[in-house]
């Protein structure tokens, strides 16, 4: 007699990775691992974006081992692809599986022995022989209000300091009507946001007889599944944004007013050598037309601080792009050279470099965010609750809220703000 499988998935990184998580751990369950005759089972889903990544999934494999010192650990993801070497020589490991066959049951019935010799615990393919990308259908992300559906994988350019085309493979799309249908079946769900997520989403379609573009994917989701209150989009790369994709932004309120940003610097000739393809005029030209198209958008963006070869004054070009591009939200990366990319063989800078201008660009991140907390102060925004006392705005602000279960969207007046996120008033009570 088995019970219910004891799998446990510690996942790193991107929205992908998470979405990919409640796949992995279906398809384990599916295959027999953890059940409750055997051994549980510790995935470890990994990210390979930078070093710092990378140690602490190194780091998770040694806590899983030394608190459940008779798990089967598992290590994939985006790290396990590019060196599943380096975690099949950590005593701690019984397998490492590349991030195509993590997907797939199979993986998980074939897995080596206890003890086996670090060649044998590798179970990675070659990800650049791989076509296609299933239309994964979740039914639910544990402990999200929102789901995720993933649309693309892969990536065919080649930025000079990324190694997550080597880890997730070339651009591949999922069929317009799988990704209408897992839509439409999370609606069904009771889930009332839904974010679109992939590695190079603005790529989304290139595979697909015809060549549709993204604009078209969101334009048809809106269109089919009319229940939707709530469609976001994850990163995308401004460059490649398509004419039905700005004509949605601009027009389609149920498209959430956000946009996290792919813009990596602000100097053009760190952009030359990174191998982006545009320019900080491009980066800045294309959110004054975004705002003026949408007054209430609101921009994220990632930015690599210290890249080799980066001056005061090239850097000083990255720190005025938030005033420039009207950044709200952050996400900045110290550069980490990644052995086999480009950048790790160009001259580097001292890594307190790196790390003290990350600082200063996080510094103005924040300045840049507080201002903007500040002027949604007596505005109304409707917040989607995330978990008891929390929520978020159509922008994607982080909202204190005192009602409404997970999943709710409230109508509320922002009465203050905490200098990390709103404090938001349910008008019903404002009312009473």
């Known amino acids: 007699m088995t019970g219910k499988p004891a799998i446990d998935v510690i996942s790193f990184g991107c929205r992908l990775n998470t979405f990919e998580a409640e796949i992995m751990k279906r398809e384990a369950a599916a295959a ?55 975690f099949a020589r950590m005593d701690e490991v019984d397998a490492v599986i590349g991030n195509d066959d993590k997907l797939k049951a199979d993986s998980y019935r074939s897995l080596p022995d206890f003890g086996v010799s670090a060649e044998e615990k590798v179970r990675v393919n070659d990800i650049m022989s791989v076509r296609e990308t299933a239309g994964h259908m979740v039914d639910a992300i544990e402990g999200r209000a929102r789901a995720i559906v993933q649309v693309q994988n892969g990536c065919d350019h080649r930025c000079t300091f ?51 573009r993204l604009g078209t994917l969101v334009q048809a989701i809106l269109r089919h599944v009319p229940d939707l209150p709530r469609l976001r989009l994850s990163s995308i790369d401004s460059i490649e944004a398509d004419p039905a994709l700005l004509d949605a932004i601009g027009t389609e309120m149920r498209l959430m007013p956000h946009l996290h940003l792919s813009l990596q610097a602000g100097d053009n000739m760190i952009l030359k050598r990174m191998k982006r393809r545009h320019s900080r005029e491009d980066a800045i030209a294309f959110c004054v037309d975004m705002r003026s198209r949408r ?126 996120r709103l404090v938001a008033r349910p008008l019903m009570a404002a009312a009473a």
């Open 295 to 420: 007054p209430d958008i609101v921009y994220g963006a990632d930015i690599i601080a210290g890249f080799p070869t980066e001056t005061d004054a090239m850097f000083e070009n990255s720190l005025r792009l938030v005033e420039e591009c009207g950044l709200t939200h952050l996400h900045v990366f110290p550069f980490s050279p990644r052995k086999g990319t480009p950048a790790a063989r160009m001259p580097q800078l001292p890594k307190a470099v790196g790390k003290e201008r990350a600082a200063l660009l996080r510094a103005r991140g924040e300045a840049a965010h507080a201002a903007h907390l500040a002027r949604l102060v007596g505005t109304r925004q409707r917040i989607l609750v995330e978990r008891e006392g929390l929520g978020r705005a159509e922008d994607f602000t982080l909202a204190d809220i005192a009602v409404g279960a997970p999943g709710e969207i409230v109508e509320a007046e922002i009465i203050g703000q905490t200098g990390e």
């Open 162 to 212: 990324c190694i997550i085309p080597f880890g997730r493979g070339n651009s591949r799309s999922v069929p317009m009507g799988a990704a209408v249908a897992q839509v439409r079946r999370l609606v069904d769900a009771g889930y009332r946001e839904v974010v679109l997520s992939g590695v190079d989403m603005t790529s989304w379609g290139a595979d697909l007889p015809g060549a549709p």
């Open 32 to 86: 027999g691992l953890g059940a409750a005759d055997a051994v549980p089972a510790i995935i470890i889903n990994t990210c390979a974006v930078t070093g710092e990544a990378v140690r602490q999934a190194r780091q998770a494999v040694r806590r899983a081992r030394r608190d459940n010192p008779s798990a089967r650990i598992i290590v994939t993801g985006c790290a396990a692809q590019t060196e599943g070497e380096t």
